[in-house]
């Protein structure tokens, strides 16, 4: 006896040819050229079982000779008439190796997205590019330079280097291209841009100049965040800090021994002329105690009773030999902590520059670029490096008797370079700032006003809270590799007195003496001044040029009087969040500024950070960081090995990425395919924050492809030589014909349409996902392809009835290739072709599935029925109880039995209801001789 419940008991429901290959590393051919390659497509037999490797293979280079990845490629649309345009660009990967898995999900969403808009008939144009990536680029270049001849840049000089440079990313830097096409990256290839070649480079230079004139570019010498590895310095959101709790000792770069953190020193100055009866000595603390050498004052609060009498009075520095003053701060001094006495080096702490501001104090580096004591430190030590002088300044302070001892538990924060780990130090040094704060508010406002949106709604918060707190950018960069800062210092001779710092731009120096001479003029200068320029040794930030992007990569250059690109804004600007204010924002404040305030981009849509399984950052020192080519082709774990031992990381975390690699990945990575990469990488977006990747997960989602393939191989023996075109299906269907599996497939097909659609509109496209291999999966592979299997085997089934069940199997077929290929477009497409070559399709001269049109749910709406699906997941549940019960006994599910049904629902027993209205078919399903029906509410 079956029993329903409510149904009382629930039962769970639930060989090849070679391809010819165009590879085309950097430009696709002209239109007219791809129509002559448009016969080359890759030919391929039908196999029975589903390999990645062989269905991706050529598909590629295909879509890319016949244009389709170009703009305005109208002779393929559905729509023809007032296409909308879709633009987007690529963050751009920086050109210093290859990309990682992040990068993989980021083209995985955008590459969805744009396949989404072209089959939905939008005029896409998709921009690729790369970024120089200014010190990151260098620092592998002069890494390589070093181990490989031994030289450093220096050796070089600046010009050579340079060269090198171009030399390495001309040979090293299309790997990069190369994987994006491995990723199915649909990519305008003709638009691609780096954002050091010759238009970027114009707009480069012309915005810094525009903005220079337009008062939003100034020269300032203020402290700098300094970082002595890479001898240059970085912006405020480029520091990483690092929590330090009690003695320890870390590693950083260039260094052989560790460096000791977490320790407070303590020593005394002495008060110069003290009253007999008052104190002799100030105690200060310090965790930097080589810093002492620089400190000008030492500060006390204003209201500490126990100082009253040391106001206005001086201390001699013990190894200075000289009197400085102490001062009164209520701002840094809190009396309640320590001694309440605080040592003031303005040159090397942000809150003691401040400090030295308000009460006029001098302020001097100690330290040169690299870190090394300079002239300005009084002491014979000339040259020695900031940590390593530690122990001489202790011994000093010893000697004279001023040391007072240390802490080794001190809780403290130390700043790092998020380039190097190097230890930052602040400087001050003459750098070039933009003012932000009024670009910000209007970035801000925009925001605000919903002019341009963020997507997921809580980072909009993170928006307000970075824009609400801006510093002015520093935008210059101690580098060699970037773009020169087009500015001119004037200098005189030695006859002109009372000289001040004047600078003036220019596109060359031609132009820039143009504006010295007006500048002079102005002045009030006498004419003819002697005076020479001298070009700024800098380059700017990185983030500079690539902040241009949604003007440059459509081909502004930033001229005067020069018109906004028709493609200008961007429809959506899709990246991570981590650097939703190092670059978005940014964009965003450059951008307006240069559009007289409109918006980059409609939408900002942010997606999470990839970390590995067990919620760690990707890091090549863990070596935890995967290449999307090992999981695309599949690895050994020796090939990773091998790619970290030629890898330029230090011997200690080569050693600690190989101990880790075995850990995590002890059989390599088996080839799982590009396909499968990507839809479950977009599964993942559902953990909007970060995204904890689990290769497993990949390696499941092939199984997903391999079910599409064999639904194809069921399908496509059955459907061949019949004309097919689903709109035309759906308009002519007979509805009053089809059975209740006919009409639930098609319900929930009109329902998975619907989820899709909505998954891209809302940018939720992990609920896409989802639709989409539940409805292959569950309802077309386990229900549909079972139960028709089961009519088609019908020894009297009509022709009509056939033609009713393939014609569904069809619209199947053919909505799930077009549902799933902005996801997996490899797969797709190659199903696609076979169906195209076994069926003649009227009116169907599209080259490729890329161009079919996207389902829409309006097509859909009159198969939607709630009460179908509902009545039919009744049916299946009494179909899997009946085999259970068969398999229980070890009967067969082809031998005729008598079944009883109990159930106590009410709804289910009704006239309407499923249990009477499907009887016949309930009892063909499960193989009954005869039905009963138990009611049990009547029993009792």
Known sequence: MIQHGQLATRVAQRNHTTCTNFLLVNRSPSLKLARHFATLKPKKEFRSTYNAKTVEEGWYEWWQTQGLFKASSADYSQIKSERRSFTMITPPPNVTGSLHIGHALTFSIQDAIVRWKRMNGYDVQWI?????????????????????????????????????????????????????????????????????????????????????????????????????????????????????????????????????????????????????????????????????????????????????????????????????????DAQLVDMNFGTGVVKITPAHDPNDYACAKRHQLPIQNIFDKKGKLNKNCGVPELGYDRFEVRDIIINKLNEFGSYKGRNDKHVMRIATCSRSGDIIEPLLEPQWYIKCKELADLCKKQVELNEMKIIPDQSKQDWYRWLDNIQDWCVSRQLWWGHEIPAYQIKFNNEVKNQEELWVTGSDKIEAKIKAVNLLKQKGYPEATPFKLVKDQDVLDTWFSSGLLPLSALGWTGRKGEKIPNRYPLQIMETGFDILFFWVARMAMLSNHFTDHKIPFETVYLHAMVRDAQGRKMSKSLGNVIDPLHVIEGVTLQEMKNNVLHSNLPKKEIETSIRNLEKEYPNGIPACGTDSLRFSLIQYTQQSRQINLDINNVIQTSYFCNKLWNLFKFGLSRVEHVDYHTDNLVNNIDTNQLSLVDRFILS???????????????????EATDAIRRFIVEDVCDVYVEFSKATLNKSDLSRSEKKLTLDVLYMCMDVSLRLAHPFIPFVTEELWQHMNSALSIKNRSLPSLMVEKYPSYHTFIPFKDNQVEEHFKVILSIIHASRSLRQGHQISISKELPFIISCNDSILLDENGPLKLYMKEIQNFIKASNITIYDEKKVM
């Open 128 to 328: 690729p590019g790369t970024d120089h990536a200014g010190i990151g680029t260098q620092s592998v270049v002069e890494k390589r330079l070093m181990k490989e001849k031994g030289l450093t840049r220096h050796d070089l000089g600046r010009e050579q280097f340079v060269k090198e440079i171009w030399d390495w990313k001309e040979n090293y830097g299309n790997r990069i291209l190369h994987q994006m096409r491995k990723l199915g990256a649909s990519l305008d290839w003709d638009q691609e841009f780096f954002t050091m070649d010759k238009s970027r480079s114009e707009a480069v230079k012309n915005a810094f100049i525009r903005l220079y004139e337009d008062g939003l570019i100034y020269r300032n010498t203020r402290l700098v965040n300094w970082c002595c590895a890479l001898e240059t310095v970085i912006s405020d959101i480029e520091v990483d800090y690092k929590d330090i709790t009690g003695r320890t000792f870390l590693n950083l770069p260039g260094r052989s021994k560790p460096v000791e953190f977490g320790v407070l020193h303590n020593f005394a100055y002495k008060v110069v002329n003290p009253d007999l009866k008052g104190i002799q000595e100030l105690i200060v603390s310090t965790t930097r105690i080589e810093t002492m050498l620089g400190d000008c004052a030492v500060a006390v609060h204003p209201n500490d009773k126990r100082y009253k009498s040391l106001h206005g009075k001086y201390v001699y520095h013990p190894i200075l030999n000289k009197e400085i003053p102490i001062i009164c």
């Open 748 to 766: 929930r097909m009109a329902n998975t349409v619907s989820r899709c659609q909505q998954g891209f509109e809302n940018s939720r496209l992990f």
